[in-house]
C-alpha cells in the first residue's frame, strides 16, 4: 500500500504503520535518503491530521538519522520543516531555534544558496507574525536552540538574523522595530558571552576555545555598538526635522485654505469660469497639501509608539460601526453601497480602540477611494476561540476596484508607496494610510495581510487577537 498525504484519511493509524514499513524497509537495505524522503512526508501528514506532537517527533527522528549520516543537506530541510510545524503551532521560541539550526547545518556544508533562502523566508514570516518581533525583543533567552551548533555559534547566527531584519524593516520605514532590533543585538551578544563563559569554566579542556569565541563576540559587539550609535543619531535627525517640518507648515498652509476660501467668496460675483477653476483648484491643492502634512505628523507619533497607551473595554460593532457613520458622505459622493456581514455576536473586548478604529478607517477609506461609482463595500466580522476568553478577530473589507497586482503585493504597508491602481476619482493619496495602519497594526500584534485568491476587486483582512469580555 502507497502512503497517501494529499488528503486525511480515515485509517490514520493504518497510513502511519504503512509509512514506517517502508521507512523501515529502506533503513535494512542503507537507502538513507529514501527512508528520511519518507519520515520527512509522515511528518507532514500527522501534521496535516493534528498529530502535532508525532510529527514533531518524527521530524526529530529524521532530523537525528540525517545528522548521523551526515547528511547535513537534508537534515538542514528537516529543520525547517519543523520550524513551520511550530510557527503553525503560534509556538515562535521553538521555531526560530529550528531556523537557526537550518541556517548553521547550511552553513557547515557551505550552502550559501539555502541559507539565503531560509534567512529571507524567516524575513517573510516576520513580516506576516507580528509576534514575531515580540518574542524576539522580549524573551529571546526562551529560544531553544539544539546540539547541532555550539551556543556561541547560535547567537551568533541569532544575531546575523536579527541584523539582517533590522536592516530590511528600516528600509521599509518601519524605524522604531528597526531601532528596537539593533538595540537587542548588544545584550544578546552579552547573553552569549555570559554562556560561553559558563562552559569555559566547566570545560577547561576547551578554554582557549571558548575564549577565541569570547574576543571574537567582543569584536562583533564593539562593531556592532558602533553602527546602532550612527542608525540612532541619523533617525533622532531625521525625526526632529520632520517634527520642526510639519510645525513649521501647518500654520501658513492653513492660513493658505483660509485665503483661498475668502478668495472664492470675494470673487464669486465675477461669474468668471477661469477664476472659478483657478480658486477651486488652489482650494483642491491646499487640502491636499494639508492632508499630506497631517499624515507626516500622526506616522511620526506612530512611530513613536505614542499614538495610545491604554488597552480599554469596547463593543466591537460599535466600534466598527462608528467608523463607518464618519464615512457615509465618502460613500454617498460615489453612490457605493455598503455591507456589513457580521459573524460575531455583540461581544465586548479589552483593545486599544482608537488604533483599531483607525485600522479599520483606513481599510475602509482605501476600498472606497479605489472603488468605482455604483459599486459595492462589503465588511465581514469573524471570529475564532483560540484559548479561553480569548479570541482570534478577522476584519475584512472586500471592493470591486481593480485589486493590486501580484508584484506589487510586497509594496503593502510601506512609508510613501503608491502603487499602480489609482483612486477611481482622483481622490488624494499620500501613501501614508496603509503604512500607519500597518504599524499601529504591529503595536497591538496584528496582522494586515491581502486575499492574494481573488481575481476581481480586493479583499484585505485584519486579524487580531484580543480579550473577550464576559459578564
Known amino acids: 500500500m502507497t502512503p497517501q498525504t494529499s488528503y486525511i484519511r480515515s485509517d490514520f493509524s493504518q497510513s502511519v504503520t504503512d509509512f514506517l514499513t517502508q521507512c523501515n524497509h529502506y533503513l535494512e537495505r542503507k537507502e538513507y535518503y529514501k527512508a528520511l524522503s519518507i519520515l520527512s512526508r509522515l511528518s507532514l501528514f500527522q501534521f496535516q491530521n493534528n498529530q502535532n506532537q508525532d510529527a514533531i517527533d518524527t521530524s526529530k527522528r529524521a532530523q537525528d538519522l540525517a545528522i548521523e ?25 521553538y521555531s526560530i531555534g529550528k531556523y537557526i539550526d537550518a541556517i548553521a547545518l547550511a552553513k557547515k556544508i557551505t550552502d550559501s544558496e539555502s541559507e539565503i533562502r531560509i534567512v529571507h523566508r524567516f524575513f517573510d514570516l516576520y513580516s506576516k507574525h507580528s509576534s514575531l518581533h515580540g518574542v524576539l525583543c522580549n524573551s529571546y533567552k526562551s529560544v531553544v536552540f539544539s546540539s547541532y551548533v555550539s551556543q556561541a555559534n547560535f547567537f551568533e547566527i541569532f544575531c546575523q538574523l536579527l541584523l539582517f531584519i533590522a536592516k530590511k524593516t528600516s528600509k521599509a520605514g518601519l524605524h522604531k522595530y528597526s531601532t528596537e532590533l539593533y538595540d537587542l543585538l548588544p545584550k544578546i551578544l552579552q547573553h552569549c558571552s555570559s554562556l560561553v563563559m559558563q562552559v569555559s569554566s566547566r570545560n577547561s579542556g576547551n578554554t582557549l576555545s571558548n575564549t577565541d569565541e569570547l574576543n571574537d563576540l567582543q569584536e562583533k559587539l564593539d562593531s556592532l555598538n558602533f553602527e ?3 542608525i540612532r543619531e541619523t533617525l533622532e535627525v531625521k525625526n526632529s526635522y520632520i517634527r520642526a517640518s510639519i510645525h513649521d507648515l501647518t500654520n501658513p498652509l492653513q492660513n493658505i ?53 491604554s488597552f480599554i473595554e469596547v463593543k466591537l460593532p460599535l466600534l466598527l460601526q462608528n467608523e463607518v457613520n464618519k464615512l457615509k458622505d465618502l460613500m454617498s459622493s460615489k453612490n457605493i453601497s455598503f455591507r456589513f456581514m457580521q459573524e460575531t455576536p455583540n461581544i465586548s473586548i479589552r483593545t486599544k480602540p482608537k488604533s483599531v478604529g483607525y485600522i479599520f478607517s483606513e ?82 500584534t496584528g496582522r494586515i495581510h491581502i486575499d492574494q485568491r481573488q481575481t476581481i476587486g480586493l479583499t484585505i483582512h485584519f486579524d487580531i487577537t484580543v480579550e473577550q469580555i464576559t459578564t
Open 257 to 309: 485654505r483660509m485665503f483661498s476660501e475668502l478668495m472664492q467668496q470675494m470673487l464669486s460675483d465675477f461669474d468668471n469660469p477661469d477664476i472659478v477653476e483657478l480658486t477651486d483648484a488652489l482650494k483642491k491643492s491646499t487640502k491636499e497639501v494639508l492632508h499630506i502634512v497631517s499624515q507626516m505628523g500622526l506616522f511620526n507619533i506612530v512611530e513613536r509608539n505614542s499614538y495610545e497607551s
Open 228 to 230: 546602532i550609535l550612527q
Open 363 to 444: 481599510l475602509l477609506v482605501n476600498a472606497i477611494k479605489f472603488s468605482p461609482p455604483n459599486s459595492i463595500v462589503a465588511v465581514n466580522i469573524q471570529s475564532k476561540q483560540v484559548q479561553k476568553n480569548l479570541l482570534l478577530l478577522r476584519i475584512s473589507v472586500r471592493d470591486q476596484g481593480p485589486g493590486i497586482k501580484l508584484e506589487e503585493l510586497n509594496k503593502i504597508g510601506i512609508p510613501f508607496t503608491k502603487l499602480s491602481s489609482k483612486p477611481t476619482n482622483n481622490e488624494p493619496s499620500a501613501g501614508l494610510g496603509l503604512a500607519i495602519a500597518t504599524m499601529l497594526s504591529n503595536q497591538i
Open 69 to 93: 549520516q551526515n547528511l547535513l543537506k537534508e537534515a538542514s530541510f528537516l529543520s525547517l520543516q519543523e520550524a513551520d510545524f511550530h510557527i503553525g503551532l503560534y509556538s515562535y521560541s
